[in-house]
Every structure is written in C-alpha cells, then in structure tokens.
C-alpha cells in the first residue's frame, strides 16, 4: 500500500524536477512568474461576473471578453518583438503598469454604470498591454537551461504552475465578486498583476540577453508566420482557445441555473485540478511515443471530452467531467510549447510563443462571444454546444494538419 502511493511521481521523477529549482535564480523567476500572470486567471471571469452583476447583460459581457482577447491577441506579438530586441524589464515593467490602470478605471467605470463605450476602451487598453507573461518565463527556461532535453520538464512545470494558478484564480474572482463586491475581482487582478511585476522583472540575472545587445545578422531573418510548425500549431490552437472562451461564460450561466452562482469559480477550478495533476505526471516522465503522437492522442481527448459537457446532468457529474477532460490540456499544452520550441531560433522564442498565445486569445474572443450569444438564447446549454463544437473543430484542424506537421518537424529533427 505504500508503495502505491509514492508510485504517483518517484524519487527519480521528483528529482527532476528537483534540478531544475537547482539552477540559479529558477526557482525566484518561476515562482515570481506565477505570480505575474496569476491575473491571467481572474480577469476574464471577473470581467464577465462585473458587467453580470452591473449591467444584467451576458451579451455584453461576451462581447468585452471577445474584445479583450482580440487585444490580447493583437498587441501581445508586438510586446514580444520589443522584448527580444530591448529585454524584459524595460519593455514589460511599464507595459504592465499601464495595463493594471486600465482595468482599476475599467472596475470604477462598471461601478458607477459608465457608458458602454469607456467599457470597450479600457478593456481593450487593459488587455492589450498586460502581455504574456507565461511566454517570458519560458524563455528564461530556454535560456537557464544548459541540457536541451530538460526544457521539455520546465515546460511541463510551469504548465503545472498555470493550473494552480487556474484552480485558485476562478475561486478567488468567484468569491470577490459574489461576497465582497462585483467590481472586487477586477481591482484584486490590477494590484496582484503590479506585485508580480516588480518580484519578476528585477531579476536580470536569469533575464534573456535582448538581440539588440547582439551583432547584428548577415542576413535578414525569415517572418516567423512563415515557419510552418509554428502556422500549422497556431491554427490548431485557434480552436483550443475557443473551447475555453465558451466554457468560462458557459460555467457563469450553468452554476446561475443550478442554483449556485458562486460555484462557476470552483468547476472551472476542477478542470484546473485534472490538468495538474495530469501535468505533474507527464511532465516528470519518459514518454516512448513521439511529441507528434502525444499532441494528437492529447487533443483528441480533450475534443472528446468537450463533447460530453452539453449532456452531462448536475453539477457534480459536471465538475467530474471537466476534471477528466482538464487532464488533457496541460500535457497538450507542454507537448506544443516544446514542438514551438524546437521549430524557431532562440532569439526569437519569446516572440513565437507570444503568438501561440495570440492565436488562443484570439479563438478565445469568437467562442466568448459565440457562447454568450447562445446562452442569450439557449440558456448554458447553447453555450455549452459551442463548447462541444469549437472542440470537434479542433480535432479536425489536428488532424489535417498533421500530416503537413510531421513532414515540415522530420526537415528539422526525427520526431517519428
């Protein structure tokens, strides 16, 4: 019985993870980092509660969840770009300050009924300049790490760290906005997004050195729209994006109607919790399969999972369902950051995971809109079947692209 137990992650498993903490500065970076992007769980379901709870209006709360992400999605490569060149602390410090006002005006805005057009303006502000904080600290693993094969583990830790952040986040807006005020949640996101920024962007030890430090290249760099690994990810990651935009609004109105309005947080957070612990595992082994097969078994899952949600009966069958499908997207996750990383110059990593997040945000601002607009309509189910659809949709982009996928990796590197 005890040896079942400790069979969950081993001495051995537990050690790599063990020597990444070891190098450096990685353990301040990674846990600074965490807290920096900690808003990235927070905002999106503070934002709807807030316009919920002020303005009784699901419709508008998708649309401003969609015109954040399409902020996101626009100004995040650009953000990138100026890091790679310039470094971290000088283009993000003040970039996340800027952001962190943004959303403190947007939660006065919301407080006082505003108009409808400042709402727009100071989200899009908010999230345009907020940037991706998940694609800095990567890139200091990327550059801390001196064995390649353990890249792989970093990413899988710090896809873990994301979940902790996704199972207390949606808890903590959750509770801000039931219990204390609707604006709550939006105010705690600005003032922690600040706290991590000052832990995070003085360390300059474990920072990057910029390019433009660098001698500059004989020949001019190729767009990074053209490399064909990052396009055929970025397509596939559209739809992933568009499954979790519909599922945020989706599990607001589906706790409305069971009778639980607080409880959105909480099933959100159990799909958090299946993909930790699913990352955890993934991310501490061996895998035989290749990157390629395990990015598709993982996808295919989660496309599996998403289809169950519009069917499944009461809350609790529920959050078990969205803590099965949950384990899928952290492994998913880690497998496509490495198969980015392997595909794009180091220099220019920051940047090709930025738009890796674009191309999330930007499927997570159709499915958020998509979805309000349904459950305007049809109730959580509706947006619960965008859910489904946006998932099945992934499946299929996956596998058509896989082909051209394999074929550009096997230019590069022996994948299969």
């Not at 920096?36 to 379901?45: D, G, I, S, V």
């Not at 090709?352 to 499927?363: E, L």
Request: contains cysteine; charged residues 10%; glycine residues 10%.
């Amino acid at each position: 019985m005890i040896q079942r137990k400790r069979d969950f992650l081993s001495e051995a498993e537990m050690s790599i993870y063990k020597q990444l903490f070891s190098i450096p500065g990685a353990a301040r970076f990674s846990m600074a980092g965490a807290l920096a992007r900690f808003p990235m769980a927070m905002t999106n379901l503070a934002v709807i509660m807030m316009i919920t709870a002020m303005y009784k209006d699901y419709a508008l709360a998708g649309r401003l969840s969609a015109v954040a992400a399409v902020s996101f999605a626009i100004m995040v490569p650009q953000l990138s770009r100026l890091v790679d060149i310039y470094g971290q602390a000088k283009i993000m410090f003040p970039s996340v300050l800027i952001s962190a006002a943004s959303f403190g005006g947007l939660a006065f805005t919301a407080h006082h009924a505003g108009p409808r057009p400042l709402l727009y303006l100071l989200t899009i502000m908010g999230a345009g300049f907020s940037g991706s904080i998940g694609a800095l600290v990567r890139a200091r693993w990327a550059y801390v790490l001196k064995e390649p094969g353990k890249l792989q583990s970093a990413f899988a830790l710090e896809a873990t760290l994301d979940e902790v952040i996704f199972i207390v986040g949606p808890v903590l807006a959750t509770f801000m906005a039931t219990e204390i005020h609707g604006t709550a949640g939006i105010y705690g996101t600005a003032i922690v997004s600040v706290i991590g920024a000052f832990l995070l962007f003085p360390q300059r030890s474990t920072e990057p050195i910029p390019s433009g430090r660098k001698p500059a290249p004989t020949t001019p760099s190729k767009p990074l729209l053209k490399n064909r690994t990052l396009l055929m990810l970025m397509i596939v990651y559209i739809a992933m994006g568009a499954i979790f935009g519909a599922l945020d609004v989706s599990c607001v109105s589906f706790a409305n109607e069971n009778g639980w309005p607080s409880g959105s947080g909480v099933i959100l957070a159990a799909m958090s919790v299946g993909s930790l612990i699913a990352g955890l595992v993934y991310g501490a082994r061996s895998w035989k399969p290749s990157i390629l097969r395990l990015y598709l078994f993982g996808v295919i899952f989660l496309g599996v999972g998403c289809s169950v949600l519009p069917f499944v009966p009461g809350l609790f069958w529920f959050m078990v369902t969205v803590f099965i499908t949950g384990s899928a997207f952290s492994p998913t996750a880690t497998n496509v950051m490495t198969m980015v990383s392997q595909a794009v110059p180091g220099s220019r990593l920051t940047e090709s995971m930025a738009w890796m997040v674009t191309a999330s945000n930007v499927g997570a601002s159709i499915g958020s809109a998509i979805g309000g607009q349904a459950i305007q309509s049809a109730g959580a189910h509706g947006g619960l079947m965008t859910v489904a659809s946006a998932g099945w949709i992934m499946v299929v982009l996956a596998l058509i692209t896989a082909p051209y996928l394999r074929k550009t990796r096997n230019n590069a590197l022996r994948v299969l």
